[in-house]
């Protein structure tokens, strides 16, 4: 299916409509998002979304997929905002209870989604960890090439802050 992706969905009724979706979701509706980007709109209205729902040899739903997006962001450094593209991988398990997460191996990321699954839920939050702790512009801009300032700033290492207490010993 190819326009705006559901909010919900059953894992069944994914496999039965072709095991995949593909389409957008506004991001405007994506509260926490907002939240974090604190009041800057993101370049597209839009996060491009594709999903594929596969039944693994165990019996497991194994949902895959991948969210792309074009955010903007205010810089660090410059405070000037800049533009942070998104394209985040989806890979977890889709399972009914708790129970059932605990025999999973401990790598391996799942969803409790026994009768739906809410999708605007996921793709936000691989939106939100896709965004940088810190935004700044890259390397080779001019923000990026500044030279930096602060304990850090020539030689990456900082003086130790007891230096000094070496100058008073004698």
Same mark, same amino acid.
């Given at each position: 299916?190819?326009?705006?992706? @559901?909010?919900?969905? =059953?894992? *069944?009724?994914? $496999?039965?409509?072709?095991?995949?979706?593909?389409? #957008?979701?506004? %991001?405007?509706?994506?509260?926490? %998002?907002?939240? %974090?980007?604190?009041?800057?709109? @993101?370049?597209?209205?839009?996060?491009?979304?594709?999903?594929?729902?596969?039944?693994?040899?165990?019996?497991?739903?194994?949902?895959?997929?991948?969210?792309?997006?074009?955010? #903007? %962001?205010?810089?660090?450094?410059?405070?000037?905002?800049?533009?942070?593209?998104?394209? =985040?991988?989806?890979s977890v398990?889709?399972?009914?209870?708790?129970?059932?997460?605990?025999?999973?191996?401990?790598?391996? *990321?799942?969803?409790?989604?026994?009768?739906?699954?809410?999708?605007?839920?996921?793709?936000? *939050?691989?939106?939100i960890l896709? $965004? @940088?702790?810190?935004? #700044?512009?890259?390397?080779?801009?001019?923000?990026?090439?500044?030279?930096?300032?602060? @304990?850090?700033?020539?030689?990456?290492?900082?003086?130790?802050?007891?230096?000094?207490?070496k100058t008073?010993?004698?």
């Amino acid at each position: 299916m190819i326009g705006v992706i @559901p909010e919900r969905i =059953a894992p *069944d009724q994914l $496999l039965a409509a072709g095991a995949r979706l593909e389409g #957008r979701v506004a %991001l405007a509706q994506l509260g926490r %998002l907002y939240e %974090l980007l604190q009041g800057c709109q @993101p370049v597209d209205k839009d996060a491009h979304v594709q999903l594929s729902l596969t039944i693994n040899a165990e019996g497991l739903y194994w949902l895959q997929g991948k969210v792309q997006a074009r955010l #903007r %962001l205010r810089c660090e450094r410059c405070q000037e905002m800049m533009e942070w593209p998104v394209d =985040a991988s989806i890979s977890v398990y889709l399972v009914a209870n708790e129970a059932l997460a605990a025999e999973l191996a401990d790598d391996v *990321d799942y969803i409790i989604a026994s009768d739906s699954l809410e999708l605007y839920g996921l793709v936000e *939050d691989e939106i939100i960890l896709a $965004l @940088p702790l810190v935004a #700044r512009h890259p390397q080779g801009t001019e923000c990026g090439d500044q030279p930096r300032k602060g @304990p850090f700033a020539e030689s990456g290492e900082r003086d130790s802050p007891f230096a000094i207490l070496k100058t008073l010993k004698t």
